[in-house]
């Protein structure tokens, strides 16, 4: 028996300077906001990179869910 599987994908794009710390805790509270939405249908989270920049940081988040 096979099981199919959905994936789902969140990107943030969080300040990486320490001087806004208003904007960040802004994007950290979408981002606990998108990951508790997607987990109420039933998605866990499978993976999490964090891609490092000069100005910005982007965390993308892979969701999964299997499918009955």
Request: proline share 3%; net charge negative.
């Amino acid at each position: 028996m096979s099981t199919t599987v959905s994936f789902a994908t969140i990107q943030t794009t969080f300040p990486s300077g320490d001087e806004d710390h208003y904007r960040l805790s802004q994007k950290v509270g979408e981002r606990d906001q998108q990951l508790h939405d997607y987990g109420r249908h039933g998605y866990r989270l499978a993976n999490t990179v964090t891609v490092p920049g000069t100005e910005l940081v982007t965390v993308i988040d892979t969701l999964t869910r299997d499918n009955d």
